[in-house]
């Protein structure tokens, strides 16, 4: 069965077609930026992204992202883009210095076709890297590391991050619910 992914952003594109590839779902691509609410929560971006989406056609799939450091409050959160392209990984490095590293990924996915919408969450726990590590992935990868791992998500291969990735959690459980749904 074929969905659309809705998002402007090629690393993200790649990601979701090697997770859904196991659950015979291929995936299109949509490239465009669809607007973002000002929302404290993810939950709530998808929701606007996916009704916003609906013009892409039926079947489509959307997701948000964003890194939340305890120490901060939560602090980039919903923002996660907009600090990235502002003060950058190592704005972000100094903001967290002297204080707690824990640091949790969140994703929210979405899925609508017709009236129909299914979501699906992930998460992943880990702590910030000291200094940027690695070449691998997206965003904030060079500096999360995993719980139980040493290396940052942009030392891994992609098999592996999508193992243990918000991301992964989020597109597997919404993989099973679009199948579900679908009837196999
Ligand atoms: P958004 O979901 O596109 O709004 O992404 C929020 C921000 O988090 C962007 O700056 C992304 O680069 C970053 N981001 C999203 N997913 C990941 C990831 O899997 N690893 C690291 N950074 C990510």
Do not use: C
């Amino acid at each position: 069965m074929d969905v659309t992914f809705v998002t402007s952003n090629p690393g993200k594109l790649a990601e979701v077609r090697r997770i859904f590839r196991p659950y015979g779902i291929q995936v299109g691509w949509s490239q465009q930026e669809l607007p973002e609410p000002q929302a404290e929560r993810l939950e709530d971006v998808v929701r606007a992204k996916l009704a916003a989406a609906a013009r892409a056609g039926s079947g489509v799939v959307v997701e948000d992202s964003g890194m939340f450091v305890r120490a901060l409050g939560g602090f980039p959160g919903v923002y996660s883009r907009y600090v990235l392209d502002t003060i950058g990984l190592d704005g972000v490095l100094r903001l967290a210095h002297g204080r707690s590293r824990a640091v949790q990924f969140r994703a929210v996915a979405g899925y609508r076709r017709g009236r129909t919408e299914l979501y699906a969450t992930g998460t992943v726990q880990g702590t910030l890297a000291t200094r940027p590590r690695g070449a691998n992935g997206l965003g904030y990868d060079p500096i999360f590391v995993p719980t139980g791992e040493r290396r940052t998500f942009a030392q891994m291969d992609p098999a592996a991050k999508d193992a243990r990735s918000h991301r992964g959690r989020a597109m597997r459980s919404l993989a099973r619910k679009i199948r579900a749904l679908e009837g196999t």
